[in-house]
């Protein structure tokens, strides 16, 4: 008799993923959430079958298929959240049954230990929240979020033919996700103004579409070189490539762009072991600016005009009002910006709480940078996730997190320098751009927290945690033999 157990691993996630994309597509045509109830039930029956690592790659599909759906108010990435949570009750009852096989040195590494420390203030600074139920909802997605990526993924992606199946079950559904987006956009005459319309319910807007689009671009870059010339492989990556370009083009966001320019400086930053200089320069570069605004309360000279600071429906005017500091999602942010630095002011240690600048920031807002936008229907928060995080976890919350951030950086380039091995190199040189990208463009919005980009974010810190203790082997192992 034929079991699940006989079947392929790769065979159970092309099927499953197939499944996930026809569910989707669906939920889309008929407007109703009732097909993507089949991927739930996969994955209750994959899990019940113990194929764990099927599950985990077909996580990965979903996390660019999923789509935004609200359930009593409540806002909820479906169904990857809901697998997400799946996984971290699984992931902990199957750690507890194997704890004695599982090697500690991953839980050990600084990286980890530094990451632990960011969930355990998260946790800390909810206990002491002005709003305790918003902060601890938000530490548990924050534990989920690592326990499926961080966890997990270093359980389950530890050389590059892991990372191999990770590419695919991310790539297939994305390109599928382009056309969708693309031909929807068609349909407006790829009019700027109704970019946001075509690309909902999957993506919120175009800015976390056009930036996931950029943050995947480098992995296509080297894994393509995995493949032979004239392979169909290759060929599909080479198409992938290019609806990426084309989606990032059309999707009208300036962040996008600009990590697409980012990407051959931050290999030749990595390449060239600059990165022990390039952080200090970047954080002198922040204070010096900070400085210079707030001194004699220089910022005050940069309030925007409100009559003229519009949203611009031609995206020619909309690049053109933002060289001129007259767009008003850029100006928005200050007026945001400002807020925030006051608030931090008032809660410097321990913050506001996580998950909580939504709910105070407007008392602490000037007048002088209000815009047609400020009633922030849609509650979005201080688009930039250090400042977000120095206001709702304070001071020590900031330098946890940006320690997090520096050592993924410096263990990362130690490691790709380290590894002897093309694929591994490459792989990790990927992992660094993209983690770069993210860096930068959580300097404009707060894209830690969402499925799409966050979750990779974590998934990073496990791949370079495991390609660290990997090196480290093959280093004493090579000194040995020597």
Known sequence: MITTKNISPDLIIIGTSMVTVVSIILALLLNTPVPLIIPVAL???????????????LLMSLLVLSVDLEFGGVGLDFPSEPLMLVFMFSGFVYFIAHHKRIDKSFYNHPLFMLLATHVIWIGITALFSSYISLSFKFFLAKLWYVVAFVVMGGYFIKNTEDFKQVFWAILLPMILVIVWVLL??????????????????????????GVALAVFFPFCVFIST????????RFVIHIGMVLILVG????????AYISILIIPFAYLLFKLKLTKVAVPVALITAMLAIFYLANDN????????????????????HLGATVQLKDLSTMERVYRWVAGARMWQEHPYLGFGPSTFTSHYRSYASTLFVTYVSDNEENSTTHNYFLMTLIEQGVPGLVIFLSLCIALFIYGETVYHRLKKDRDKQ?????LISALLIMANIMMADLI????????????????????LKS???????????
């Open 43 to 57: 994955v209750g029956l994959m899990t019940l079958t113990a194929h764990f690592k099927g599950l985990y790659f």
């Open 184 to 209: 929807n956009f068609r349909s407006y005459g790829f009019d700027f103004e109704f970019v946001n319309k075509t690309m909902n319910p999957i993506y919120v807007n175009h800015v976390d579409y």
């Open 226 to 233: 995995w493949y032979k010339l004239g392979s169909l492989a």
């Open 248 to 255: 990032i083009l059309f999707s009208y966001t300036r962040a």
């Open 298 to 317: 220089k910022y005050i000279e940069y309030a925007p005009d409100f009559d003229s600071t519009i949203f611009h429906t031609d995206f020619a005017d």
């Open 427 to 431: 792989l990790v040189m990927a992992v």
């Open 449 to 468: 927290e969402t499925d799409e980009i966050g979750t990779m974010f974590f998934l990073y810190i496990a791949i370079i945690i495991n390609f660290d």
């Open 472 to 482: 480290r082997k093959e280093l004493i192992e090579s000194n040995e033999t020597n």
